[in-house]
């Protein structure tokens, strides 16, 4: 399973940088994905990045605020997310996937999450 954290409250236009890790190293190869959840509704996807930390994808809503990278050394994913949004407010979770996707099922071993609030 992975573990998400980095999540917190923060004005609108605040910056938070979220962070995946694979504690175990089991996920090293696979293309790891963040999608966000508020309640009631879909998980959607956020963002993904490959195994090798390249073909960085993002959801429409989200680019050019968000960056996704990855630490190979250390086998980290992180999302720096820049310029929030009240509308970003949401739990925000990391799964692992054979190869980058925006299809939540495509994705497994999500971690518990981390609720990101974005204050206006």
């Known amino acids: 399973?992975?573990?998400?954290?980095?999540?917190?409250?923060v004005q609108?236009?605040?910056?938070?940088?979220?962070t995946c890790e694979d504690p175990k190293n089991y996920f090293y190869r696979y293309a790891i994905g963040w999608f966000?959840?508020?309640?009631?509704?879909?998980?959607?996807f956020v963002?993904?990045?490959?195994?090798t930390g390249g073909d960085p994808l993002y959801a429409e809503s989200v680019k050019g605020r968000f960056t996704i990278?990855?630490?190979?050394?250390?086998?980290?994913?992180?999302?720096q997310m820049n310029s929030l949004k009240?509308?970003?407010t949401?739990?925000?979770y990391c799964?692992?996937?054979i190869e980058t996707s925006t299809q939540r099922n495509t994705y497994g071993f999500w971690g518990p999450g981390t609720q990101v609030t974005v204050s206006s």
Do not use: C, H
Not at 1 to 9: A, K
Not at 36 to 44: D, F, L
Not at 69 to 79: C, E, W
């Open 1 to 9: 399973q992975l573990l998400e954290s980095g999540g917190g409250l």
């Open 12 to 18: 609108a236009g605040g910056s938070l940088r979220l």
């Open 36 to 44: 966000r959840q508020t309640p009631g509704q879909e998980r959607e």
């Open 47 to 51: 963002a993904a990045i490959t195994w």
């Open 69 to 79: 990278s990855k630490d190979t050394a250390r086998n980290i994913v992180f999302l």
């Open 86 to 88: 009240p509308e970003d």
């Open 90 to 92: 949401a739990a925000y």
């Open 95 to 97: 799964g692992a996937a």
